[in-house]
């Protein structure tokens, strides 16, 4: 390994044998304050970027949260990442999602285009295609809500960019197991 400057960050970033790869991380945490905090500062003192993020209550009575995390990085960081948050006493259980043959995974978009005329149909033309739904109409603009992969929202996002695209707002990742299992 060897530390060289490779962007204009304050964190060290260092490059490492093998490939950088995208990854899903789910931690089941206790629900109490500061305990994303934690997550988070240990995932970004190592100079990892966070590039999507969830977080929600999904077991009251046992006073559970689950957060999501999308970051890169090689399999030797990512594991330590699992190892060190496994460690932290808050974090109950952590889950590589990418790893998992039968998770599913999820986002929403909100998407705003502003258009009219031919741009404005096609737009139309579009979300139909996407199964996007229009949940905002003026004479000027569409808000469309799409669900799916990333890769199909990107897909979306960047038909839109010519008509339009003024503003988004995304949920992050969201994943869960398919059958009867359970994190």
Same mark, same amino acid.
């Given at each position: 390994m060897t530390a060289e400057p490779l962007s204009q960050s304050v964190y060290p970033v260092t490059r490492e044998e093998g490939a950088e790869a995208e990854v899903i991380l789910a931690a089941i945490v206790d629900n109490e304050p500061g305990v994303l905090a934690r997550?988070?500062? #240990?995932? &970004?003192?190592?100079g990892y970027n966070i590039e999507s #993020?969830?977080?929600? =209550?999904?077991? !009251? =009575? $046992?006073?559970? &949260?689950? %957060?999501t995390i999308v970051t890169r990085g090689t399999p030797a960081k990512i594991e330590q990442i699992k190892l060190q948050l496994g460690r932290l006493? @808050? !974090?109950?259980?952590?889950i590589d999602v990418t790893s998992e043959a039968d998770a599913l995974e999820r986002e929403l978009a909100l998407v705003k285009v502003v258009g &009219?005329? =031919? /741009?404005? %149909?096609?737009s139309m033309r579009l979300a139909e295609i996407f199964r996007a739904r @229009?949940?905002?109409t003026t004479h000027s603009s569409f808000v469309f =809500? %799409?669900?799916g992969a990333? /890769? $199909?929202?990107?897909?979306?996002?960047?038909l839109m960019r010519p008509l339009g695209l003024k503003e988004i707002s995304r949920t992050g990742v969201l994943s869960i197991r398919r059958g009867v299992e359970s994190d």
């Open positions: 997550v988070v500062g #240990l995932i &970004s003192a190592r #993020l969830t977080v929600a =209550e999904t077991d !009251v =009575e $046992k006073h559970a &949260s689950r %957060i006493v @808050p !974090v109950r259980r952590v &009219s005329g =031919e /741009d404005r %149909i096609e @229009p949940i905002d =809500e %799409i669900t990333r /890769d $199909k929202i990107n897909a979306f996002i960047d």
